[in-house]
Structures are given as structure tokens and as C-alpha cells.
């Protein structure tokens, strides 16, 4: 395409429009796609995303429109998938001097899946931000929208939103802009949502709950329209559409901690039940002192999982003040798991499972899910050494997946 694409002050869209049918997980894109790329024009000339790995040359040609790729000093990959990396290497190649800035495990993804080893990455952290040399980049970390390594980018002074595959559509569309779109836009909006988003919602849910207080005039994703007409419709879309609703199970994690190692734990069972779409609150016994609320919390859960680590022999905090409720409560058909990171003996994890017992909970031990599973490699109650390091991770996140899988039938 000849005409420049003005996205925002002095930043650009350098994408590829696809008007084939495009095969894409297993579906064929019938209205095809865009890739879309931006270029920011700014001191340290920043791109954010890159286009289908089918489309390198073109896409450095189309850069070279503009300015020298050399001359780029930041490349920002809010997504690892080879749709919108895929460019990556033929930019790299030429934009020698240029930073990779990525989430961790998406340095470590790129790192395999290009042989970037030798190039300079910057890994983000959430709410880290970038100073691009007249325009500041803040990036959050969205996992699983679409993919564990998912990150979003914000530019503070556009207002403009690079979310990379979320708000995206398949549209292989020259008239890029919504409020320019000949037909209306948001059948294939609730359809790429449904297809692509939907199955990871509660991530959804986090997602706005990390930009519910931006303030966003535009939403430049990397697939179809980039949406100018009024940003705030299209975030309300997918809040809507990402709301638990009644056939939404409810997982409820409780714990109690001394140094963060129960909380880590309590966290890694919350990725691996949303990952299984289930609902997931967690809360703190120790900062969260109205029982009346917790009993609440608990009667609403479909599944309640209670954590603690072991000081002496016993559990910390106030998380037992909750667990001598249980037993006056009616809590049938409702599952309950005991778990909590310790140093040599955990008996806190088993004080909490005798409290279980004594209610009408499901109680969930190794026995039972071997018997309801047939899986004999996951421990129940759930009990982790201190910090959870990358085997123990792992492992969680197949617990979780399993009680998941209990909850859903
Ligand atoms: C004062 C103190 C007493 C502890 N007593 C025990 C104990 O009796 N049995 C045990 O297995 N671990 C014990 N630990 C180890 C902790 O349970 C372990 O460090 C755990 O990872 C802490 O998790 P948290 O950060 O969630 O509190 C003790 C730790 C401290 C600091």
C-alpha cells in the first residue's frame, strides 16, 4: 500500500493486509486477516509488533518507507505467535542496534524460536514503563490472551492502546479504521472474541481490571480494525462478554502466610483454574477480617480451597477462626482442598484437612482422585517446600487443572 497510515501523532500502522484465506488454528479465515505493525516515530524509534512470518521482506521494505530500519531502537513483541513475530527476524536482522522488549518467557520463546540468543532483550515486568524519547510505553502482562507469555502496551500521551490479538478481528480490511468500516464491525469483533479470548475469560476479567483506569482514545490491536470511534464500547463488549455468568463455576482460595510462599502457591492454583475458566477469588485471612463476608464468599464458591504454612507446628493467622465455622455451614456438593507451602513437616496442611473433614465438604485427598481421575502424579492435600520453584509450578498447574476438570463434570 502507497498511502501512509497515520495511527496517532508521528505513529504509523506498517502492517500487511492478507486477502487470501487464511488457514489459522485450524479454521480458514474466510474475510482473511491484517497483521497489523505500528511504527512509533519518536527519538528512539519504536516498533510494536511485527507481521506473519510468510511476510519478513515485505514488511521490512514497507519499514524502509519510512526510515532506515537501523535506525529502530526498540521492538516491542507483546506476543510470541508467528503471526505477529514472525517479522522479528528480518527486522532484527536489520535493526541491529534495536532492543527486544518482551515479557520473560517471551524473550525466552523468541530467544528458541529465532536464534536471537546473541541480541540485547529488555524484559518487562507489569507496569513497567519505557521512555521512547517523547513518548513514554507502559506495559502490563496479560498471560493467556492469548498465550502464557501475552503482554499489552499502552502509549501514555496518544492514549493509545497496542493489545496485540485482544479487540482484534479477522477482517483483511483496507479501510483500517472502524469508523471508516462499510459494514458493521462487531459480528466478526464477538466472533474472533469467542473463538480466540473466551475459553481464557477469567484472564479477561484481569485484563480490565488492569486498564479500567487508563484512559484510552484508540485501540490499535493486531488483527482487523483499529478501533477510534469510542475505545470504551469495545472494552465493555468484552467485559460483558467475559463476565462470569450463572453456569460459571467459582473457585474460592483462602490462605494465610508468614513471608509470600502460600501466597505464591495460592497463585499458581488461581493460573491453573482459570486457565479451566472457572472463576477464581482469592483472598488474604490475614488482611480480611470480616467473617461474615468470607462465610459469604465460601457459601457462593463451588470449590473452596484453604491454605496456610506451618509455624511451629501449626497454622498462621487467623485462617482457623474461619476453618471452626465450616462445620455449622451447609456446604454439600461443594469441594474443599487443603494446602499450604512449608519447611520440613507441613502438619498446618493437615490440621486444615481434618478441619474439611469435619464439615460436608467433598474433601479431595490422593485417594479420591485417583479413584474419580484414575491420575495416581498429583499429591492432595497440597503441600509444596518453601517457595515454588519451576517442577513444583508445574505441578500446581496441573493440580488446579484437575480440580478444574472436577468442578466442570
Ligand atoms: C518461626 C518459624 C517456624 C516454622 N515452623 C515450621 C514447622 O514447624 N514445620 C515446618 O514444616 N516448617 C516450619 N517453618 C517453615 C515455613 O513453614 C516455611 O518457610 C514456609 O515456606 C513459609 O511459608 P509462608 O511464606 O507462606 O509463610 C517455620 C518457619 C518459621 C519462620
Not at 506473519?52 to 516491542?76: H, L, N, R, W
Not at 520463546?109 to 541480541?119: F, T, V
Not at 479504521?177 to 475459553?199: G, N, S, T, W
Amino acid at each position: 500500500m502507497d498511502k501512509k497510515i497515520q495511527v496517532a501523532d508521528k505513529t504509523y500502522w506498517i502492517g500487511y493486509i492478507d486477502d487470501r484465506k487464511v488457514p489459522f488454528h485450524r479454521l480458514t479465515l474466510e474475510k482473511g486477516t491484517t497483521y497489523n505493525s505500528y511504527l512509533l516515530f519518536t527519538e528512539k524509534p519504536t516498533v510494536i509488533d511485527t507481521v506473519d512470518i510468510s511476510f519478513g521482506k515485505q514488511f521490512v521494505e514497507t519499514i524502509g518507507q519510512y526510515i532506515a530500519p537501523e535506525e529502530i531502537q526498540y521492538i516491542i513483541i507483546n506476543h510470541v505467535e508467528p503471526d505477529h513475530s514472525g517479522g522479528l527476524p528480518a527486522l532484527a536482522n536489520k535493526a541491529k542496534n534495536a532492543t527486544i522488549v518482551t515479557t520473560e518467557l517471551g524473550a525466552k520463546e523468541l530467544k528458541e524460536m529465532y536464534k536471537l540468543h546473541h541480541r540485547e532483550f529488555m524484559v518487562i515486568q507489569d507496569g513497567d514503563t519505557l521512555d521512547i524519547g517523547g513518548k513514554t510505553l507502559k506495559f502490563f502482562e496479560t498471560p493467556y490472551l492469548h498465550t502464557e507469555e501475552t503482554m499489552i502496551t499502552y502509549c501514555i500521551e496518544d492514549k493509545v492502546l497496542y493489545p496485540c490479538d485482544q479487540f482484534s478481528s479477522h477482517v483483511a480490511t483496507y479501510q483500517l479504521f472502524d469508523d471508516l468500516a462499510k459494514e458493521d464491525i462487531m459480528p466478526d469483533f464477538r466472533v474472533y472474541y469467542q473463538l480466540i479470548m473466551h475459553p481464557h475469560r477469567p484472564y479477561v476479567q484481569d485484563m480490565i481490571e488492569k486498564i479500567k483506569d487508563l484512559e484510552i482514545n484508540i485501540i490499535a490491536p493486531s488483527h482487523g480494525y483499529i478501533l477510534r470511534s469510542d475505545a470504551k464500547k469495545y472494552i465493555r463488549a468484552y467485559d460483558e462478554m467475559s463476565r462470569p455468568n450463572q453456569d460459571t463455576k467459582k473457585a474460592l482460595i483462602i490462605y494465610s502466610t508468614m513471608t509470600g510462599n502460600t501466597k505464591a502457591v495460592a497463585n499458581d492454583l488461581a493460573d491453573g483454574l482459570k486457565h479451566k475458566g472457572i472463576s477464581v477469588q482469592i483472598m488474604n485471612a490475614q488482611t480480611n477480617s470480616n467473617i461474615e463476608a468470607i462465610k459469604e464468599a465460601i457459601l457462593t464458591s463451588d470449590a473452596i480451597l484453604f491454605g496456610s504454612s506451618t509455624r511451629y507446628a501449626d497454622m498462621v493467622g487467623s485462617l482457623e477462626s474461619i476453618l471452626q465455622e465450616l462445620k455449622e455451614m451447609d456446604l454439600e456438593h461443594k469441594i474443599g482442598i487443603a494446602f499450604g507451602s512449608y519447611g520440613w513437616s507441613g502438619e498446618a496442611i493437615e490440621v486444615i484437612q481434618d478441619y474439611l473433614k469435619q464439615s460436608n465438604l467433598k474433601v479431595i485427598d490422593s485417594g479420591y482422585m485417583i479413584k474419580t481421575t484414575g491420575m495416581d502424579h498429583l499429591q492432595f492435600p497440597i503441600r509444596v517446600k518453601f517457595k515454588p520453584e519451576k517442577n513444583e509450578k508445574e505441578k500446581l498447574f496441573q493440580a488446579a487443572q484437575a480440580i478444574g476438570d472436577l468442578l466442570l463434570g
